[in-house]
């Protein structure tokens, strides 16, 4: 009798002690003294005197105690880029942002008001894959033999089945084959080679000396460049920059708006963006061959590639 | 899965083929007629295909000409509730009349409608009408000056199929159809092969009505095989591969 | 034989109470939120113009439940909280606040019913997950990871990225700009001027 009472105590004491279920959700952290719990027993845990301060007085450290394979995942957030060239690209910044706001825009909006979404994303679908060369050849650079077959595949379904690119049931569940995602700058990250400093160019936007080799190449490799009378092939780029903008009418102005200082939020944004899309293609390259076809958190292995 | 159904009705397939080579020349219309019945979804799709056909035909107006044709043609079709379907085809096709004219790909366009009634499970009865254009004309220069033109060709078919549903999803059709064909033939100069002074010829085709059988073969995700054969005076036949949304 | 038995269910149920239960808890607990916002931004009842104002009202609550201010702001700063006062601390983590609603407020309200799937949780450390989402919108698909941390049992999220771009990191540069130039108060002015100006 006693030996259960004893077990049922316990049992009661470690109930209540140890399950953080049971702690209380406080809401307003600012007053409370409630301090940041850890799985250990809480009773430990309120022994000890400066724990139980304002969060708001607490020091920021930086984060401790994370496990080995998310150490490039935080690691990487502090990603930077060189910008000798600020005050440069402060005014194309300046003038790309003009350009957006007094010429782009209002034309895509005009567009928008003209023009059905599905025919929006039907021209959109059209010209990404015409983006195929390039991204074939991306993944070929990349040894990334499976996104290859995939972009391949995609190109012969969507072309032939697809009204000659203007569907994309590739990308539909049945199929699942997914647009890769990558271009000749990612290709030169993957290589190894760093990302160089920040450019900002006129009408193009934020890059990188070695994103730049991306704009150039896609040139040569995008079937419209060979269209012949020069009115053609500017006219049809227009209608895919003014079709493409129709669509993400608001994503701009969502984070300047957003932002404290503009110049840096795009910045940063780029940065982190290219970042992780070189990562995500490295971790490809280094994972077995096998059908990856959407981007895998860091591996172990891919920290040793480095940057 | 679905590969055991190909080869199963592989034999089906072959044998059709060899029936259609092998046979004089005759029935026109631009493509196979498909199966009766829609391959879009159920609440209203798209379907998409392209297709290849070799098919012979007799024309005649004061002599018999037999003409020759290889199309190949991308086809856009909507249909919903297994009930209907519009389609519209382009294509290329070239044109041989005998040993005497050969000239290379021309465009045209086809448009089309069926409609579909289902019995039960597993028979069903439908009805189609499908015309054809040619967008420009065949021309050939036979020998020094001596041209035939071919100009203005159309066609207008239109049928009833039986369609019984096997395994797996395969579709077994037949039935009965008839058919309008008309071009304009211009010769420069008499061309006793063909049994033609000079002068220019309304051809109609010999043939009035024909008949059609098929196979419509589920593939994987969403592919479909479509194999047919169509004789009125003679084997025509093709394949095509379909998509549904 | 009863205290036998008695014994070992009373060592079961230890186990069960000691064992922190992570599975599916943090990607649970955001999802949580997030239909609540939509619960919220969707509400029949709630249309028109005058119901914004109290759409916004709920979402504020909501965002004080859902997201560990403090720490999200602590981290926007990183170093340079260490350089703030307490109070000037305090009015940091309300300015941001409210920098964040008037930047997001609009877009959030406008959202129609796009598809939201939360299909992954991936652990960053003991306290840290990262709960991986997408919104499928007509002619996109827009990657969405909430970064939670556990706070006092809870898992409140610290940081959103978006398509890759993490929104502390990308506010942490910002400011680290700032402030590599300027002091604290100048940040604070510079915040209460953005705000206000909207």
């Known amino acids: 009798m006693k030996n259960i009472l004893a077990s049922v105590i316990g049992v009661m004491f470690f109930v209540i002690a140890a399950c953080p279920c049971n702690a209380d959700p406080s809401n307003d952290a600012l007053s409370s003294s409630q301090p940041p719990t850890t799985f250990k027993l809480v009773l430990s845990a309120k022994e000890n005197p400066e724990k139980t301060t304002n969060p708001l007085d607490e020091d920021y450290h930086e984060d401790e105690n994370l496990d080995e394979y998310a150490n490039n995942e935080i690691k990487e957030e502090r990603v930077d880029i060189a910008d000798p060239l600020e005050s440069v690209n402060r005014v194309t910044h300046q003038f790309n942002d003009k350009l957006y706001f007094w010429a782009v825009k209002p034309v895509a909006q005009g567009y928008k008001e003209v023009v059905p979404e599905s025919a929006r994303i039907s021209v959109k679908n059209f010209f990404s894959n015409l983006g195929f060369p390039a991204r074939f050849l991306s993944c070929l650079l990349q040894a990334d033999l499976s996104g290859a077959a995939t972009e391949a595949r995609r190109f012969t379904i969507n072309t032939v089945w697809g009204i000659g690119g203007l569907l994309d049931p590739s990308s539909g569940k049945e199929l699942n084959l997914q647009e890769q995602n990558t271009d000749l700058g990612q290709t030169l990250g993957v290589w190894g080679i760093g990302q160089g400093f920040y450019i900002v160019w006129p009408v193009f936007g934020p890059s990188t000396p070695r994103d730049t080799v991306s704009i150039a190449g896609n040139y040569f490799l995008d079937p419209v460049a060979y269209l012949n009378p020069w009115s053609a092939r500017m006219g049809v780029n227009v209608l895919d920059k003014v079709n493409a903008a129709s669509l993400r009418i608001g994503d701009y102005e969502a984070l300047k708006d957003a932002a404290v200082d503009p110049y840096v939020a795009f910045r940063d944004a780029y940065v982190q963006y290219r970042y992780k899309r070189v990562k995500a293609r490295q971790a490809k390259w280094s994972s077995s061959p096998g059908p990856a076809e959407t981007s895998v958190p860091a591996n172990p292995e891919s920290s040793k590639r480095g940057q | 899965m679905k590969r055991h159904c190909l080869i199963k009705y592989l034999a089906i397939i072959v044998l059709t083929f060899l029936f259609c080579f092998t046979s004089p020349p005759a029935a026109t219309a631009v493509g196979l007629f498909g199966a009766p019945q829609t391959v879009s979804r159920d609440d209203g799709g798209l379907n998409t295909a392209i297709g290849y056909r070799y098919y012979e035909d007799v024309y005649n107006d004061a002599a018999d000409i037999r003409f020759r044709q290889n199309e190949v043609y991308s086809q856009v079709a909507y249909g919903a509730k297994n009930t209907w379907e519009a389609y519209a085809r382009i294509g290329v096709a070239d044109l041989k009349i005998e040993d005497v004219f050969k000239d290379n790909e021309t465009f045209f366009a086809t448009l089309g409608a069926k409609g579909f009634y289902t019995l039960n499970d597993q028979f069903g009865i439908g009805a189609f009408v499908q015309g054809t254009y040619y967008l420009s004309d065949f021309n050939d220069t036979v020998s020094r000056n001596k041209k035939i033109a071919i100009d203005h060709l159309w066609d207008v078919n239109c049928g009833i199929g039986f369609q019984m549903t096997l395994a797996c999803g395969t579709r077994l059709y037949a039935g009965p159809y008839v058919y309008y064909s008309e071009a304009e033939m211009s010769l420069s100069s008499r061309k006793a092969t063909l049994g033609y002074k000079a002068g220019d010829f309304s051809l109609e085709n010999k043939s009035l009505a024909g008949g059609f059988a098929g196979l419509d073969i589920p593939l994987t995700k969403g592919f479909r095989l479509n194999v047919e054969g169509q004789y009125a005076d003679s084997f025509s036949a093709g394949a095509a591969i379909s998509y549904s949304y | ?198």
Request: positive net charge; hydrophobic residues 40%; contains cysteine.
């Open chain 3, 1 to 198: 034989m009863k205290k036998h038995f008695i014994r070992l269910f009373a060592i079961f149920v230890i186990l069960i109470f000691s064992v922190p239960v992570y599975a599916g808890a943090p990607l649970d607990s955001v999802k949580k939120c997030v239909n609540e916002v939509i619960g919220i931004v969707g509400n029949p009842k709630l249309k028109g113009e005058a119901a914004k104002e109290i759409k916004k009202e709920k979402l504020r609550v909501l965002y004080k439940e859902m997201f560990d201010e403090i720490e999200f702001s602590k981290r926007t700063l990183a170093r340079n909280w260490n350089k703030f006062t307490p109070d000037q601390r305090k009015e940091f983590v309300n300015l941001f606040e409210q920098v964040l609603e008037k930047a997001y407020g609009d877009k959030v309200l406008s959202y129609t019913n796009e598809k939201v799937e939360f299909y992954k949780e991936s652990k960053l450390s003991e306290d840290q997950f990262e709960v991986q989402s997408k919104i499928i919108t007509s002619s996109k698909e827009v990657p969405v990871f909430y970064r939670v941390i556990n706070s006092n049992g809870k898992w409140k999220v610290y940081d959103v990225v978006v398509e890759n771009v993490s929104l502390v990191q990308n506010y942490r540069t910002q400011f680290n700009d700032i402030l590599a130039k300027d002091n604290p108060a100048k940040l604070l002015e510079i915040l209460r001027k953005k705000v206000s100006t909207h």
